[in-house]
C-alpha cells in the first residue's frame, strides 16, 4: 500500500467488513484475466471479485458502451421513465431465462434481487413462511439474512420470515454426505417431505436454493434434485426460486444457469454479480402471472439504470458472442483436472468440486474431515505471493473458491495452476 490507507480504511469503516490478505491490495488497474495493485504489482485474478468481473477487465466493449450513455448529459434521472437499454436487457433475459412469458424486474444487488423474489412470492402465496437450504448465502437485508444458513453471514435474528431448513447438498459432511446419487435425492425429497409435515403449516410461499452454493464453498447437490423437489412443491403450489446470482450466465460451463443441470424450470430465478462486469446490476425474472402478483407499486430508483444496462447489454452480448459458456467449460476441465491431479499427493485437500469456472478446493487435517482454515488461509497468502488472487469461502472457511473472468485463457489456466499447486505444496509441508 502506498500510503495508509489500511489505517484510514480501518479508522472510518465498520470492523465487521471483511477485507482479503494479511496485508490488503488496493487493486488499482485491470487488463484481461489480471490486476495490479498500487505496488504496481500485478495478479492474475482467479476470483473477479467476487465472480463480479465476469468478461475481464478493461474490456472496450462495456467501456464504450458506457461512455456512449455518459456523452448524452444524462447519467441517471429515474426508472419512471423509459429507458431503452433497460427494456432491451430485460427482452434478452427473459428469452435466455428458460421462463414462459417472463417479466424481468431489475435491482441494484443480489441481496435486493432475493428480496424481490420473497416479495413476489409471499404476495402470490399470501405467506411468509419460507424453504430454504442450510448453509445457504442470499444476501444482507434483513429478509436475505433470514434466509441464510450460514450463520457467520447472518448477522441479524430478526428475521421477518418465518423459515424452515432443507439439508445442504453437502457431500462431505452431514447426513446426505456419502450417499450415491440417486439416495441422496430421495433422502433429500423424504426430508422435504418431514419438514413440511411437521416445521410449516403447509401453506409455505417458497422454496430458495442455489444451484451451488457460493459462499458455503461451491457445494452441490446431484443433478436433478431440483427438479425431484418441484415434484413435491407443486403438489402444494409452492414456487421454486433459484438463486443464480453466481452460477447464472454460462459460468458452469455445462449450462446458462445453474438450475439446468437439475432439468427443471423454476419460478423465479434471481440474477447479479457478473452481468454488469462491475457496474451494479442484478434483478429477478418470473412467469407474468407470478410476477404481476404484487399488487402495490414497487419500484427502484436505481434498479435498471441506463448506465448498468448499457453495460450489462454490452455483457451479456460479449458472453453469447464469444461463446463464453463453452470456453468456461473447457477451461474449466483444465483447472478441474490438474486440481484433481494435485490433491491426490496433498492429504490436506479432501475435494475437489464445482463446474466449468466455479471451482473449489476443500482443506482438512491429513487423514481426517476435520476442516483447516488455518490450512487454507496459508494457501491463500502464499497463492497471493506467487501472483494469484483466489477466494475463501466455506462453512467452515476451509475452502478457496475460484471464479475468474468466463474469458480465461488455457494459457493462464495452467499458470494459475502451477501457483496454486506450488503453494499447496508448500502450506502442507
Ligand atoms: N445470492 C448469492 C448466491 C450470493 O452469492 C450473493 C453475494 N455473495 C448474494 C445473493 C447477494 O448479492 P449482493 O452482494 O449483490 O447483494
Known sequence: MTDDLLARHQAVLPKWMPLYYAEPIEIVSGSGSRVTDANGRTYLDFFGGVLTTMIGYDVPEVREAVERQLRTGVAHTSTLYLIRQQV????????????????????????????????????????????????????????????????????????????????????????????????????????????LATQTAGDVACLIAEPIQGVGGFVHAPDGLFAALKKVLDEYGILLISDEVQTGWGRTGEHFWGYQAHGVTPDLLTFAKGIGNGFALAGVVGRAEVMNAVQAISFSTFGGNPISTAAGNAVLDYVLDHNLQENAQRVGAILLEGLRAAAADHPIVADVRGKGLMLAIEFVRPGTLEPDAAVAGRVFELAREGGLLVGKGGLYGNVLRMGPPLTLSADEAREGLAILVDAIGRAGA
Do not use: C
Open 88 to 195: 432491451e436487457l430485460a427482452e434478452k433475459i427473459a428469452r435466455l431465462s428458460g421462463i414462459e412469458d417472463a417479466r424481468v424486474f431489475f435491482t441494484n444487488s443480489g441481496t435486493e434481487a432475493n428480496e424481490a423474489a420473497l416479495l413476489v412470492a409471499t404476495n402470490l402465496r399470501r405467506s411468509n413462511q419460507i424453504l430454504a437450504v442450510r448453509n445457504s448465502y442470499h444476501g444482507r437485508s434483513y429478509a436475505a439474512m433470514g434466509i441464510t444458513g450460514h450463520r457467520s453471514w447472518s448477522a441479524s435474528s430478526l428475521n421477518p420470515l418465518q423459515v424452515a431448513w432443507l439439508h445442504s447438498g453437502d457431500r462431505l459432511r452431514g447426513l446426505l454426505a456419502k450417499l450415491d446419487e440417486a439416495d441422496h435425492i430421495e433422502a433429500a425429497v423424504e426430508d422435504l417431505r418431514e419438514v
